[in-house]
C-alpha cells in the first residue's frame, strides 16, 4: 500500500512539473504558435504508383495554388498538359496501355518544385 501511494506521490509530482514547466509564459506562447505555423507549412512531394502501363500520381497541395501536370516524350514533345488550381488533393491517372514504345516523363510542378518520374513502354 506505502509503495502505491509513494509512487502515485512521485506521478503526480513529475506530472506538475510538467504542467508548471508548459505554462510558463516566459516566451513559450510565441513556441505554439510558431509550432503551429511550422505545421501549416509542410511540403509534401507527389506520390506516384505504377502499375503495368498505368500510373497514378497523388499529391497533397496544403497550399491550394496552381499545379501543373505534364506528360513529354523522349524527343521532348509535350503529349499532355492539364492546370489544377484550388484543389487540396491532385490525383491523376496516366494510362500507357496504347502508347508506343518510347520512355515517357510525367512532370508535376508546384510551389514547392518540379517533380518527375519516367515510364518506359517496350
Not at 506538475?16 to 506562447?29: L, R
Amino acid at each position: 500500500m506505502r509503495k502505491i501511494a509513494k509512487n502515485t506521490l512521485v506521478l503526480a509530482t513529475l506530472f506538475g512539473a510538467m504542467v508548471a514547466s508548459a505554462n510558463d509564459f516566459g516566451g513559450k506562447a510565441k513556441a505554439k504558435s510558431e509550432v503551429e505555423k511550422n505545421l501549416l507549412t509542410i511540403e509534401s512531394d507527389p506520390t506516384f504508383k505504377k502499375k503495368g502501363d498505368k500510373v497514378l500520381m497523388n499529391l497533397l497541395n496544403l497550399s491550394q495554388g496552381k499545379v501543373i501536370l505534364k506528360v513529354v516524350d523522349s524527343e521532348g514533345r509535350e503529349l499532355f498538359k492539364e492546370v489544377i488550381d484550388g484543389d487540396l488533393i491532385v490525383e491523376k491517372a496516366f494510362n500507357f496501355n496504347n502508347a508506343f514504345d518510347d520512355e515517357y516523363t510525367i512532370i508535376v510542378v508546384d510551389h514547392n518544385g518540379t517533380y518527375k518520374t519516367t515510364v518506359k513502354k517496350k
